[in-house]
């Protein structure tokens, strides 16, 4: 103005710096919050307010923006954030915003929380797996928050079944990167143990330190060139030496990716046609022998010389594997696989059992009790065993190809081997009928080993009965038990009290490779009868535990 004290003078250009700092606030204030602010320059600088308000809007600028915009209370929280900015909200918006943050934990416990009712038949034999408080002590109150809204989302059969066209259209629009993060956040942590085999150590540490063995596998599905072949071979054979170091008793082989799987979709084809005509096939070189009947059906052709090697290059990989593993602690577990190729499968199972289970069980072959034929198969194959002087080692399970093995079913391929159990509580009778005979050539000190692998409460306590009545170790070398990473944890730790010898399978790859398996996994676990429904209700009863809650959920008897 021209007669301005030097006071004034030393007081306009503080102003003038404090209206710089300021000047964010200025771009994101309302247009009547802008007129106040204009309105500062006005005041006279003789009114005492007027001096203590700028003295503010130097020293604290963040601060003097909160008091100077009361409507909007839009600021910076430093000079530095020019690009970015926080609001306090007032009114409504703070009304919603409250309703928001107190319905959004409402609805994901409602979301997350299993049917309503009691546990029933909580003592006994089944007390073990239902005393939550043991068996959930190993995990957080967070794992099983999270374990339960896994285990909801499986519950839906939408994302199990467009699991593979939710990929595809990921891959097609660009949305790879986010799709696989929040895959490797969820599922891929629930199910899997890592990418890498460093990864797993923690996690093998962990189940250690609770009397649980781990069962590392590199899951991979199919390989259709020699040169996977062999590094599968070589990364078999490394897995086999790093499971001994840890002290790990089973290292899982899928013979798919070894060979190629139309190979043994031929051999297959020969050994239906034999077994249903009675038709003699030399397995050596893979040809049917000339008979004189009269067969309606056309016989597959037999193996070309080009068929033939490629065999014979399979069954040294396969004997490769099994000689690594002789010498060590470590038994191999061979995968059971869909049914085009499983009969082939088996008679390679056989051959590497009879060379390689003489002093111990080194080969264990798995029975899929899904089949109706299994059954059968598990009784022929055991009397072979025994006739043959070595080891009969078997992994019962329900099976992992269901969904697979019903589409096999309805297409006309492969008739009679795709034939599956019509219901649960049939596929239940068997496999409780092929565990019971495992454990009783056993308990008859008889050349046997198995691996029962099931996520069913009904079948471990029939086990573990059965166990006891014949005065069998818990802990006895030819007698496993084995779950998957992330399923059935009460039985897995149950077991463990018990003393028994109780596995975790810990499935390792780059999440691109392990996808076939962890849509499996969400297939197994949309079926609400299976045991994923029970540990669900456990899970719950131990969340509300821990919260100092009186609600527990019901217990649906499971199909037996």
């Known amino acids: 103005r021209g007669e301005q004290t030097h006071q004034e003078r030393n007081l306009f250009e503080k102003t003038n710096q404090a209206m710089l700092r300021l000047r964010p606030v200025v771009r994101c204030a309302t247009r009547s919050n802008q007129s106040v602010f204009r309105a500062l320059g006005s005041f006279r600088t003789s009114d005492p307010s007027t001096i203590s308000l700028y003295g503010s809007l130097t020293a604290n600028p963040r601060q003097a923006a909160v008091a100077c915009f009361p409507k909007s209370r839009r600021f910076y929280s430093s000079d530095r954030d020019r690009d970015s900015t926080t609001v306090i909200p007032g009114g409504w918006t703070k009304f919603i915003i409250a309703g928001v943050a107190v319905l959004l934990p409402v ?49 839906y059969g939408f994302l199990p079944n467009n699991a593979a066209a939710i990929l595809e259209a990921a891959e097609k629009y660009g949305l790879e990167t986010p799709v696989y993060y929040l895959i490797k956040k969820t599922f891929f942590k629930h199910f899997c143990a890592g990418e890498t085999f460093e990864e797993l150590s923690e996690e093998v540490s962990k189940l250690s330190s609770q009397g649980v063995s781990a069962i590392l596998d590199f899951c991979t599905e199919k390989e259709s060139n020699p040169a996977a072949w062999e590094a599968n071979r070589l990364r078999v054979e490394s897995l086999i030496g790093q499971s001994s170091q840890l002290g790990t008793k089973f290292v899982p082989l899928k013979t798919t990716q070894m060979g190629s799987a139309d190979l043994l979709r031929r051999a297959t084809s020969l050994l239906v046609y034999s077994a249903q005509y009675g038709v003699p096939l030399n397995v050596e070189k893979w040809a049917l022998q000339p008979t004189k009947q009269s067969i309606a059906e056309q016989p597959p052709a037999n193996f070309s010389a080009d068929e033939l090697r490629q065999m014979d290059e399979l069954k040294k990989r396969l004997f490769s594997v ?25 008679a390679l199972g056989t051959e590497l059992s009879r060379r390689f289970n003489t002093k111990r069980p080194v080969v264990y072959k798995t029975y899929q009790m899904y089949m109706k034929h299994n059954a059968d198969r598990l009784v022929t ?58 454990l009783n050539a056993i308990a008859h000190q008889e050349k046997a080993a198995v691996v029962v692998a099931t996520h069913n409460l009904e079948s471990v306590v029939m086990a573990t009965q059965f166990v006891r009545e014949q005065h069998l170790p818990t802990d006895s070398p030819v007698i496993h038990f084995a779950q998957l990473k992330g399923m059935a944890s009460h039985l897995t730790f149950g077991l463990a009290d018990m003393n028994f010898n109780t596995c975790k399978l810990l499935p390792f790859a780059p999440i691109k490779r392990l996808m076939g398996y962890l849509v499996r996994r969400l ?25 100092g809650l009186g609600a527990k959920p019901e217990a649906k008897p499971e199909a037996k």
């Open 107 to 155: 609805g994901f416990v409602a979301f997350i929380r299993p049917p309503s009712g009691t546990l029933d038949d909580t003592t006994g034999d089944r007390s073990e797996f239902l005393n939550t408080e043991a068996v959930f002590q190993s995990m957080s109150t967070a794992e099983i928050v999270s374990t339960l809204f896994i285990f909801k989302l499986c519950s």
């Open 381 to 438: 194959d055991m009397a072979t065993a025994k006739k043959g002087n070595y080891y009969f080692a078997a992994k019962v399970a329900r099976g992992a190809h269901l969904e697979a093995e019903r589409k096999l079913t309805a297409e006309h391929g492969v008739r009679a081997l795709s034939e599956v159990h019509p219901t649960k509580l049939a596929t239940d009778v068997a496999y409780d009928v092929g565990v019971r005979l495992m």
């Open 322 to 346: 099994c000689q690594a593993a002789s010498p060590t602690n470590v038994s191999l577990l061979i995968d059971a696989e869909q049914s085009f190729v499983q009969p082939a499968i088996d």
């Open 523 to 547: 297939q197994e676990n949309k079926d609400i009868f299976g045991g994923t429904q029970v540990e669900r209700q456990l899970l719950w009863t131990e969340l509300c535990r821990r919260k």
